[in-house]
Nanobody, 127 residues
Framework: QVQLVESGGGSVTAGGSLRLSCRAALANPSAYCFAWFRQTPGKEREAVAAIGGPSQTTYASYVEGRFTISRDNNEKTVWLEMNSLKPEDTAMYYC?????????????????????WGKGTQVTVSS
């Protein structure tokens, strides 16, 4: 069974930075692709970024250039470095993992491609 635990959320002012972590309890992390999604009340969950191999990443257009996703298989951890935060980045951020999505990485920003989800960490950006 795969368990994902997010941490690192908090409250910052616009222009600030946060680094989210996703600790994955699974046997073979290198076999999984990971992603970050976010959701605000009343809205659908939206993509943020995804990572396969170390150089295989993809980003939603609204975060590209500001956010960076990375992973360390030995640490079983995925990070999301968020810079130049905006009030519209306020959301609950979720970590997701799946093995099959690695074979179709061009769909890695689609939340339906992931079977395993964490419970989320709240990010609040004030103006």
């Amino acid at each position: 069974q795969v368990q994902l635990v997010e941490s690192g959320g908090g409250s910052v002012t616009a222009g600030g930075s946060l680094r989210l972590s996703c600790r994955a309890a699974l046997a073979n992390p290198s076999a999984y692709c990971f992603a970050w999604f976010r959701q605000t009340p009343g809205k659908e969950r939206e993509a943020v970024a995804a990572i396969g191999g170390p150089s295989q990443t993809t980003y939603a257009s609204y975060v590209e250039g500001r956010f960076t996703i990375s992973r360390d298989n030995n640490e079983k951890t995925v990070w999301l470095e968020m810079n130049s935060l905006k009030p519209e980045d306020t959301a609950m951020y979720y970590c997701a993992a799946d093995r099959r999505i690695c074979l179709h990485f061009n769909y890695a920003l689609n939340p339906t491609g992931y079977d395993y989800w964490g419970k989320g960490t709240q990010v609040t950006v004030s103006s």
